[in-house]
């Protein structure tokens, strides 16, 4: 199989990365043979990994030094835990002294490792304090959204605060997931088991056509590099005015959209009467660039 | 969790130029493995955790079985385990040793 | 503590903060500044509309460029978990909230977070756990998620979870364990005057993120710092 023709969805952390990046380009820090792994879930009973979920590193993108996290959505759900989370951080905060082209960061998460719930949203909020302090050096912080976990939870939170965001129609983002809102307010409310409803409410096509994500890809690697090297070009500075410009973008969604039952409703406001999950990714790409709105604000 | 561990000696030393190698996915009946060349030549070491008891006499015979098909002298093998079925357990350290050997 | 209360106790010196549908904006005075102040009241989740009225409140704030610090007290729910804003994208606004604030902080403004009562999950890392520095009031309660829910995703009986608590900081709820963790910089004195130690707090602002160091000082996080130095030590090598 030609490395361009595997499923992101289907990949692992260190196979996308292979994929993603220039040829024999990457160099992982903490290494699995440096068994970083979590102090926490023995004590669980539960098996560990040697990179705690997550493959941290330096490598190119069409000759670019970028920095990458690859989270691993098989081991506990991507889940943020201590040392998962610590080394995103890590990598962050290199990124602020060091000032490579970009920070990628390929989210597969369901958000907070409850096993160790409290280090693992800590992480999360030190994670989104380096990516702003990373963009605020200068350095684009680029999201990749196409993983079986999508980026939930705390996931999600990260995601939006990237300078951009490119994801697969596979690529949920959002986030309670739709299991926390059946249990909590009744299959009326959300019914987890409509998979058609989950996908228009928090999948990648809706997140493109309303704003959520800045590009929309196939499901593939080469697909996914051309976009993410798009937005490391068009990123936005950390600034007031690009904050100003989230702020009235995210409000006129509001006004818009607040009073919405259901997606195709939106959509059919943002002028696409297309059936919008049969689109192929070459349609869908048309309509994105009929209806504009591409934004830059985040 | 439960601990194995086990020491082969070995006819031969593992092919290949690769200082260390990691395979698989610690995830429901899957698990990962890392090898790392760092014993003598003629030794092998695989050293096992997993959440699940009472199965030291299957993974001593995949063990022995992996060990005496492939002859990885000089390597230490580490698995993580999430509970993976024997022929699982085989066909990751096949893999595994396939990358140590240089080859995709 | 009711948010009523709290103020008073926070600002005895008066203030002008309302509350709306548990969202809580206005000013007070605070040492020689009028600080900006939000706030989420009545353990209301954090939903669409008010994190978005949260972040209006501090980009105008920045807007003003007075640098003047920014207090936001929490007792809130978690975010809201309603397909409507899982629709309207929540992840997004939230994150919004939380870059606000950053950006504040990088225009001069301290930022302080002051939790009193409940806070939990996406709604505490948008607010409180997105300010620079994030001081208790004994009683209240942050989680991600309680004991009984632990159980049932984990599938772990609760009284070895229970058990499992007495030992270790990483997982279960409470302030105690959000100081352990180093995600609280530390707890007010109850019986003090609050409103005297929040304006001491302004001489005590930490100059870069400092919540894995405290982790590891009080053992709640025993790896976090030391995995991140070793990840910018390695990147600096590579």
Known sequence: MSRDAASWYESTARARIGDLLDDGAFTEFLPPGERATSPHLALFDLPEAFDDGIV??????????????????????????EVHGAKLVGLLRAAFEIRPAAVLILFDTGGVRLQEANAGETAIAEIMRAICEARIAGVPVIGVVGGRAGAFGGGGLIAG???????????????SGPEVIETNHGVEEFDARDRALVWR???????????????????????????????????????????RAEHDRLAGRLERFGSAQDAPEIWRDLGVTEDVPALDTAEFGAVLDRIGGRHGAR | MERLSYGHDTDAPLGGDRADAIHGVVASGNLEVLMERVLPAGRCEVEIATPLSGYEEVWAAVVSDFVERVQPGGVRVSINDGGAQPDTVMLRLLQAARLMEGGR | MAQDDILARLFPEGHDVRVADGIATGTAPLGDATATVIGIADATPLGVEGALSLAGAVLAAVERGDAAPILV?????????????????????LAHLAKSLRLAEARGHPTIGVIHGHSAAGAFIATALATRMLV???????????????????????????????????????????????????????????????????AEMPDRDDRDRLGAERGGRPKAAEIAARVVEAARDA
């Not at chain 3, 007290?73 to 997004?92: C, K, P, T």
């Not at chain 3, 409470?174 to 003090?192: I, S, T």
């Open chain 3, 73 to 93: 007290v929490i007792d809130s729910g978690s975010q809201r978990m309603r397909r409507r804003d899982e629709l309207l994208g929540l992840n997004e606004y």
């Open chain 3, 136 to 202: 208790g009031v004994p009683g209240a309660n942050p989680t991600v998620m309680d004991l009984p829910s632990v159980a049932r995703v984990t599938t772990l009986p609760l009284d070895r979870l229970e058990a499992l608590a007495r030992d270790t900081a990483v997982f279960a709820p409470g302030l105690d364990n959000m100081v352990a963790v180093g995600a609280v910089h530390r707890v007010l004195d109850a019986e003090a005057p609050l409103g005297a130690q929040l304006a001491g707090l302004l």
């Open chain 1, 161 to 175: 605060t990237c300078s951009g965001l490119v994801a697969t129609e596979q690529g949920r983002i959002g986030v």
């Open chain 1, 56 to 81: 941290v590193g330096r490598g190119r993108l069409d000759g670019r030094d970028v920095f990458v996290a690859a989270q691993e959505g098989r081991f506990m759900g991507g889940a943020f835990g």
């Open chain 1, 201 to 243: 409410t928090t999948g990648g096509k809706h997140r493109a056509l309303t704003g959520g994500a800045d590009a929309f890809a196939e499901d593939a690697a080469a697909e996914l590099r051309s976009a993410a090297l798009g937005l490391m070009d068009a990123a936005a500075p950390f600034d007031a005015g690009t904050l």
